[in-house]
């Protein structure tokens, strides 16, 4: 059973940073696309960001480009999410997805993942 586990959420202040951090088991498909997503309260799951397979192709929504990072080691089963300058609008539970299926691409939507984790709260104050 594959299994996604966030960490690395908390309280911070505007400005401020974080680092999240998804741990997968269960299954050989450390090497992946994965994602992170998320979803503030009254609102729909929106992408934040997505690496491919060996970390080498990133993108990110326009909202969080230039401020987080995403990045990935595969001996470890870990995909991260460095979140720098963030705002009280990043505020939301953040979500770490997988796809199932090899590719070299990269995913941005909600339907290219097939395993998610329970999600993590970021909440920032201003």
């Known amino acids: 059973q594959v299994q996604l586990v966030e960490s690395g959420g908390g309280s911070v202040q505007a400005g401020g940073s974080l680092r999240l951090s998804c741990a997968t088991s269960g299954g050989t498909l450390s090497s992946r696309a994965m994602g992170w997503f998320r979803q503030a309260p009254g609102k729909e799951r929106e992408f934040v960001a997505t690496?491919?397979?060996?970390?080498?192709?990133?993108n990110y929504a326009a909202s969080v480009k230039g401020r987080f990072t995403i990045s990935r080691d595969n001996a470890k089963n870990t995909v991260f999410l460095q979140m720098n300058s963030l705002k009280p609008e990043d505020t939301a539970v953040y979500y770490c997805?997988?796809?199932?299926?090899?590719?070299?691409?990269?995913?941005?939507?909600?339907?290219?993942?097939?395993?998610w984790g329970r999600g993590t709260q970021v909440t920032v104050s201003s």
């Open positions: 690496v491919n397979y060996n970390g080498a192709s990133t």
């Open positions: 997805a997988l796809r199932s299926a090899w590719s070299t691409g990269r995913y941005d939507g909600i339907a290219g993942y097939d395993y």
